[in-house]
C-alpha cells in the first residue's frame, strides 16, 4: 500500500456515486420509454424477467464479490498483495463456474420458472437475459477484488459503459422490432400472448440490449485487469509474506459468501415471491383477469423502479466502506472504525430521508412526467410510489448496516434480520392482495412494514459491535426536521409554480428549489459535520464556504472498548 496511491473512503464512494447517478439517468431513458410505448401487458413480461433474473444474480454474485473486497482488503491492509492475487484468482473462476451454471438453467428452464411466477408469457425475455447472468458474474469478481484495493475507478467506468451501450442497443433493437416485426409472420404469437407481436418482441429485445451491454463491461474490466498486472509485477515479485492454499482461501470465500449471499438474496427473493403472491391473490381472492392483474402487475413494477432510484445511491458507500472498515479493524485502528462507520451511516440517512420524503411528496407529478405517454399507468403508479418511497430510507440503512455487521465478520445476523421480516412481508402480501379494494397496494404496504422491522433488527446488532458509534437517533432527527421544511417548502413552491405553467414544468424547479432548501438546513440544523464534509472532494474549502467548524472529540471515541478489542484480535 505504501507504493500505491489510495483513494479515501468517501473519495471512492463520491467516484461509484457520480457513475451511479449517469447510470440510474440513463436507466430511466431505457425503462421510462419502454414504459411509454409497450403495452403494459408486455412490460410485465419484462419486470417478471428482471425479478426472477434478479434472484439468479443474486445467487451467483451477491456473496463473493462482498467476501473478495473483503478478504482483498484486509491483505492489502496488511501488505499481503500475492495473497490479495490469489483470492481474485480463486474467485474467478468461481464466479465464472457459478455464471455459466445460472445462466443455462436460465436457459433451460425459462418455461418452468415463468410458470412458477404464473406468468408463463415471460418465458422469451428470461432466456434473452440468460448471457448477462454470465458476464455479470465475471464483472463481480474483477469489481471485488479492485473495490477491495479501494480503486473505484474500473467499477464506476464499466456501470458507465453498461449504461451507455444498454440505451443505444436496448431501445434501438425495441424500436427495430416495433417497427419490423409486427406482420403477418408473427400473427401466431399474437395470438397466444394476447398482446401485439410488436410490443411482445419489443420486450424481448429490449432485454437482449442489456446483455450486450453487460458483455462490453466485463470487456472493459478484463482488459483492465490485464493491464493491472503488468504494473503489479515488480511489487508482487518482492511480496515474500506466507500465501494461503487456492483450497484454504476458497473456503474461506465460500465460508464467509454464504451468509452474505442468502441475506442479499433475500430481498430479491422477497420481491420475486411477493410477485408470485401478487399474481395468484388477484387472479384467485380478488377476482381480477390475467390481463387485468398482468396491468396491475406492470404498474407495480414501474413504482419498484422509481422506488429503487435513491437506493442505489447508497450502495456505493456500502461498497466503499466494507473494505476501508475490514482493513481498519485487521490494523486495529478503532478510531478509523467508530469514525468511517459513523460517518457511512450520517451519509446514508442524509441522502435517504429527504429521498423519503422528495418521492412521497411529488409521486404523482412525477410519475406523470416520467410515464406521459401513458397517463392511465401514471395515475395507478403514483399511489403506490408514494407508499413505497416511505420506505427508501428503511431500505437504504440495510445495504450500509449490512457492510457494518460484514465487516466485524457477523454475516448471519442480517439473514436472520431479513428472514424475519421476509416472513411480515409475504404474511401481509398474502392477506391485503386478496383485498380487491387494496390489490397491488398490499405489496407496498408490506414493502414499509418488513423494511422498518428489519432496519431496527440490525441497528439492533449494529450497537452490539459499536456501542461508541453515533447514535443514529440523534442524527436522524435534525435530517427529518431538514427533509420536513424542504417538503413542506417545495411544495409550495411547484403549488405556485402551477397556476402559471403545467405541472410538468413545474417539478422540476421545484426539485431544485427542494435541493438548496435542504442543502441549507442540514447546514442551519446541524445535520452534517466537519469531518462529513472534509471528506468529500475539496472538502475544507466546502466546509470553511458552509462554516462548518470542526467539533472536539467526544472522550468516549478516545479510547478502545475492551469488547471491541477482543473483536478485532478475533477477526485477525
Known amino acids: 500500500m505504501a507504493q500505491e496511491k489510495k483513494q479515501s473512503f468517501m473519495k471512492g464512494a ?10 440510474k439517468i440513463l436507466g430511466l431513458l431505457f425503462s421510462i420509454p419502454l414504459a411509454n410505448f409497450i403495452d403494459t401487458a408486455a412490460m410485465s413480461y419484462f419486470y417478471t424477467a428482471y425479478d426472477i433474473f434478479a434472484v439468479f444474480l443474486m445467487l451467483s454474485t451477491a456473496g463473493l464479490p462482498v467476501a473478495v473486497s473483503r478478504m482483498v482488503g484486509a491483505a492489502y491492509a496488511q501488505g499481503r498483495r500475492k495473497e490479495a492475487d490469489r483470492v481474485f484468482s480463486v474467485a474467478f473462476w468461481l464466479f465464472f463456474t457459478i455464471g455459466l451454471a445460472g445462466a443455462l438453467v436460465m436457459v433451460f428452464c425459462a418455461d418452468q420458472i415463468a410458470g412458477f411466477y404464473n406468468n408463463p408469457r415471460a418465458n422469451y425475455a428470461i432466456i434473452a437475459l440468460a448471457p448477462t447472468l454470465f458476464f455479470l458474474s465475471i464483472m463481480s ?8 484495493r479501494s480503486n473505484m475507478v474500473p467499477t464506476a467506468v464499466s456501470q458507465s459503459i453498461e449504461a451507455v451501450t444498454k440505451v ?5 433493437l425495441a424500436v427495430l422490432t416495433l417497427q419490423y416485426f409486427d406482420s403477418f409472420l408473427l400473427e401466431g404469437v399474437a395470438a397466444v400472448t394476447g398482446v401485439s407481436p410488436g410490443d411482445f418482441w419489443a420486450s424481448v429485445g429490449a432485454i437482449v440490449g442489456v446483455s450486450v451491454s453487460a458483455f462490453l463491461g466485463m470487456l472493459y474490466l478484463v482488459f483492465y485487469k490485464l493491464r493491472q498486472k503488468r504494473r503489479d509485477r515488480a ?25 452474505i449471499t442468502l441475506g442479499s438474496c433475500f430481498l430479491s427473493i ?19 383477469s390475467q390481463e387485468a392483474s398482468e396491468s396491475l402487475r406492470a404498474v407495480l413494477g414501474h413504482a419498484r423502479k422509481f422506488f429503487d432510484l435513491p437506493g442505489a445511491f447508497v450502495i456505493p458507500i456500502a461498497n466503499s466502506l466494507l473494505p476501508a472498515l475490514s482493513g481498519a479493524i485487521a490494523s486495529r485502528d478503532q478510531r478509523s472504525v467508530d469514525n ?11 441522502i435517504s430521508i429527504p429521498a423519503s420524503v422528495g418521492m412521497a411528496v411529488f409521486a404523482e407529478p412525477i410519475c406523470s412526467l416520467l410515464l406521459a405517454g401513458n397517463p392511465a399507468a401514471a395515475l395507478d403508479t403514483a399511489p403506490l410510489l408514494s407508499m413505497l418511497s416511505v420506505a427508501i430510507a428503511f431500505n437504504a440503512t440495510l445495504y450500509t448496516g449490512n457492510a457494518i455487521l460484514q465487516s466485524f465478520g457477523r454475516p448471519v445476523i442480517p439473514v436472520v434480520n431479513m428472514a424475519v421480516g421476509g416472513v411480515l412481508k409475504i404474511a401481509l402480501s398474502y392477506v391485503l392482495a386478496g383485498i380487491p379494494e387494496i390489490n397491488a397496494m398490499g405489496s407496498a404496504i408490506s414493502t414499509v412494514a418488513s423494511y422498518f422491522l428489519i432496519m431496527v433488527l440490525n441497528f439492533i446488532a449494529i450497537r452490539g459491535s459499536l456501542p461508541n458509534m453515533d447514535s443514529v437517533a440523534g442524527t436522524c432527527l435534525p435530517i427529518l426536521l431538514s427533509s420536513g421544511v424542504m417538503g413542506a417548502l417545495s411544495y409550495g413552491v411547484y403549488w405556485a409554480l402551477c397556476l402559471v405553467a403545467s405541472p410538468r414544468l413545474a417539478l422540476l424547479p421545484a426539485i431544485v428549489v427542494a435541493v438548496a432548501i435542504y442543502a441549507v438546513c442540514i447546514v442551519v440544523f446541524r445535520a452534517v459535520t466537519y469531518d462529513d464534509v472534509v471528506m468529500l472532494p475539496k472538502g475544507e474549502t466546502l466546509a ?11 472522550r468516549h471515541m478516545r479510547r478502545k472498548p475492551r469488547r471491541i ?6 477477526l485477525r
Open 340 to 350: 468511517i462507520s459513523s460517518v457511512s451511516m450520517r451519509v446514508t440517512l442524509l
Open 14 to 23: 463520491a467516484i461509484l456515486s457520480a457513475s451511479t447517478l449517469l447510470v
Open 270 to 288: 422477497l420481491d420475486s415471491v411477493d410477485s408470485a403472491v401478487i399474481m395468484e391473490r388477484l387472479q384467485t381472492a380478488a377476482g381480477f
Open 544 to 554: 470553511r464556504m458552509l462554516k462548518v467548524k470542526k467539533k472536539a472529540r467526544p
Open 141 to 148: 469478481a474483477l469489481r471485488g477484488y479492485f473495490q477491495g
Open 168 to 172: 443505444i442497443v436496448g431501445i434501438g
Open 565 to 570: 478489542q477482543k473483536r478485532m484480535h478475533h
Open 235 to 259: 511489487s508482487l515479485s518482492q511480496d515474500s509474506s506466507p500465501t494461503p492454499s487456492r483450497q484454504e482461501l476458497l473456503a474461506l470465500l465460500v465460508r464467509f459468501a454464504v451468509p
